[in-house]
């Protein structure tokens, strides 16, 4: 059964960091891509960054690009999610979802998804 758990989130003030992780198991981690996304109250769910866990092909949405950082971690079946300069417009729940293809993240619909951590940015 493929397993995806989110965990890092937390309340932090505008202009900190904060990391993400997306602990993952019941596949074969390096077959597949793992996907940030986010959904902030109101709002239709937003992709933000995607890798290739076969060779580290990472992917950004621009409204993130150059402040949020995608990684992995193959030994630890983890993938992260480093985010600089938060803004209060960052606040969301942030999800973790994993796929084959690189396409189903980049286009939003991969097949697994894990249950999400909130992130609240404060002024």
């Known amino acids: 059964e493929v397993q995806l758990v989110e965990s890092g989130g937390d309340l932090v003030q505008a202009g900190r960091s904060l990391r993400l992780s997306c602990a993952a198991s019941?596949?074969?981690?390096?077959?597949?891509?793992i996907g940030w996304f986010r959904q902030a109250p109101g709002k239709e769910r937003e992709g933000l960054s995607c890798?290739?866990?076969?060779?580290?092909?990472?992917y950004y949405a621009d409204s993130v690009k150059g402040r949020f950082t995608i990684s992995s971690d193959n030994a630890k079946n983890t993938v992260y999610l480093q985010m600089n300069s938060l803004k209060p417009e960052d606040t969301a729940v942030y999800y973790c979802?994993?796929?084959?293809?690189?396409?189903?993240?980049?286009?939003?619909?991969?097949?697994?998804w894990g249950q999400g951590t909130q992130v609240t940015v404060s002024s």
């Open positions: 979802a994993a796929d084959q293809l690189l396409a189903r993240c980049r286009y939003g619909v991969p097949t697994y």
């Open positions: 019941g596949f074969t981690f390096d077959d597949y891509t």
């Open positions: 890798i290739d866990l076969s060779d580290g092909t990472t």
